[in-house]
């Protein structure tokens, strides 16, 4: 594997149930982000780990909670959902400091909540 | 706060056609980067060009080359004789440190047909 991955890269659920959407980097990054892309609105930054602490929320609701166990891998446990949270959610690796500004996505996890 | 507009929502060219997407932001920081990323249907975000706020100098990639003034706040891309394999959406994006809370607009679709 190269690059970003995520998984699953579709996922449906109800409201009530638990999941958990993984994404893994093979770049030897240090820094890994979630964003949300919503339909005809701007990328949205959710959260973002850089050296497995995370240094950015972005005032998103506690049905989302993000966890990086390590520099290679990041999940996003989602609880409790609402319709309006469907989107693509998108994974994102830097190497923190000297390459940050290139961030290297994965293809992403297309989340439907009914 | 920062803001990146980008004006064209939907643009469709025909192979071989030269087309330039619109980038305008808004941002008080003296020191900024900006981006541009393709997003092909698979999902996939691709890094493109990153150019930091000192450094005015428009740059070329084989059949892509980027303006940026900062006078007009503008930071536009343009793509020379087309192909069909550029259809995608191109977000721009504005940052004001390296790596963190990309600030995208809402994307430019690119339709290609041959």
């Known amino acids: 594997e190269t690059g970003v991955t995520q998984t699953p890269r579709h996922l449906v659920m109800g409201m009530t149930n638990k999941k958990s959407l993984k994404c893994e980097q093979h770049?030897?990054?240090?820094?890994m982000y979630w964003y949300k892309q919503s339909a005809k609105k701007p990328l949205e930054l959710m959260f973002v780990y850089s050296l497995e602490e995370r240094v950015e929320n972005n005032s998103v609701p506690s049905r989302f909670s993000p966890e990086c166990p390590n520099s290679s891998h990041l999940f996003l446990h989602l609880h409790t959902l609402q319709p309006e949270d469907s989107a693509l959610y998108l994974c994102?690796?830097?190497?923190?400091?000297?390459?940050?500004?290139?961030?290297?996505f994965g293809p992403g996890t297309r989340l439907t909540v009914t | 706060a920062q803001k990146v507009t980008q004006a064209q929502t939907e643009i469709s060219v025909v192979e071989k056609e030269d087309v330039t997407l619109d980038c305008v932001y808004e941002t008080r920081d003296t020191t900024y980067y900006l981006f541009w990323y393709k997003q092909p249907p698979s999902g996939e975000l691709v890094f493109l060009i990153r150019r930091n706020s000192f450094d005015e100098q428009n740059e070329i990639s084989g059949r892509y080359s980027w303006n940026f003034q900062k006078s007009t706040s503008s930071f536009n891309f343009t793509i020379t004789a087309s192909q069909v394999v550029d259809s995608a959406v191109y977000f721009c994006?504005?940052?004001?440190?390296?790596?963190?809370?990309?600030?995208f607009g809402k994307g430019t679709s690119l339709l290609v047909t041959p």
């Open positions: 994006a504005l940052s004001e440190a390296p790596g963190y809370a990309l600030n």
């Open positions: 994102a690796s830097s190497h923190y400091p000297d390459r940050e500004y290139e961030q290297y």
């Open positions: 770049l030897g990054h240090n820094a």
